[in-house]
């Protein structure tokens, strides 16, 4: 199955957030939110939310953090009103940015994502200036060294709602409507998948840019600006990394 290539892209957020460890309780709860906002805060009618919470309990996050994000994504909290947001804009060279989350202060977040745009050559721009460019989806990807063949995987996937299966050097990335996502997942964990390099719901780039280095290292700095935001849930772009433009970031 043809479609644009994600492993370069995947291997790189990878090995970035390999470099902040200390941030892998953010980042769970950020899907935690995100899972509840989309589908309910009911893990038994939500499998895309049971999906990050036993993610969640497997690095120790303590139940309570969970209950509390699970809470603050349905409205649940006591004294403190949570108000959706999204902003779109433009990084350096063109890259379409779309940012997500829940905020209980507008003002705060729409100047910190300003600044961020600014500070990187970016643009903020209007609401639906870049959304029509993605597309929710799951995604997959997995080390060719810790699953069966690729004949076999391929079988798997299909059979469990894939839309896309792409084969490339170390490994193979699988494609999914959001709704096929924890079937899809099970069903590969089910069959040797031991472990996976990336598995989530995400938005995906129907068309990707591929900026010149110097462009590539200011969206990569607005990608940390904004995940560094404790109400940004999600951030999405279309960023392509060549292979050459992946080893200019990482020398």
């Known amino acids: 199955m043809a479609g644009h290539s994600k492993w370069a892209n995947i291997k790189h957020r990878k090995a970035a957030q390999d470099k902040k460890r200390g941030r892998a309780f953010s980042h769970i709860i950020k899907k935690i939110l995100s899972a509840a906002r989309r589908g309910g805060g009911d893990p038994s009618m939500n499998a895309e939310l049971r999906v990050m919470i036993d993610k969640a309990r497997a690095i120790n996050v303590h139940k309570d953090t969970i209950d509390r994000a699970i809470k603050k994504a349905t409205g649940?909290?006591?004294?403190?009103?949570?108000e959706d947001f999204s902003y779109e804009g433009y990084g350096a060279g063109g890259v379409a940015v779309m940012v997500e989350g829940a905020t209980d202060n507008?003002?705060?977040?729409?100047?910190?994502?300003?600044?961020?745009?600014?500070?990187?050559?970016?643009?903020?721009?209007?609401?639906?200036?870049?959304g029509w460019m993605f597309e929710t989806r799951g995604i997959i990807?997995?080390?060719?060294?810790?699953?069966?063949?690729?004949?076999?995987?391929m079988e798997v996937a299909l059979e469990n709602g894939a839309i896309e299966f792409e084969v490339e050097d170390g490994g193979y990335t699988i494609e999914c409507e959001a709704a096929d996502f924890p079937a899809l997942r099970q069903a590969l964990l089910d069959h040797g998948v031991s472990e996976f390099l990336n598995d989530e719901?995400?938005?995906?780039?129907?068309?990707?840019?591929?900026?010149?280095?110097d462009e590539a290292r200011q969206?990569?700095?607005l990608l940390d600006l904004l995940e560094e935001e404790d109400d940004i849930e999600n951030v999405y772009h279309n960023l392509e990394l060549s292979d050459e433009l992946e080893a200019a970031l990482n020398p």
């Not at 719901?201 to 280095?213: D, F, H």
């Open 76 to 82: 649940q909290l006591d004294g403190i009103s949570y």
């Open 106 to 130: 507008r003002n705060r977040i729409v100047a910190s994502v300003r600044h961020a745009f600014s500070r990187t050559d970016g643009n903020l721009g209007e609401n639906g200036c870049v």
């Open 141 to 153: 990807a997995v080390d060719a060294a810790v699953a069966p063949g690729a004949d076999a995987l």
């Open 201 to 213: 719901v995400t938005r995906v780039a129907q068309n990707c840019v591929t900026p010149s280095v």
């Open 219 to 221: 969206v990569m700095k």
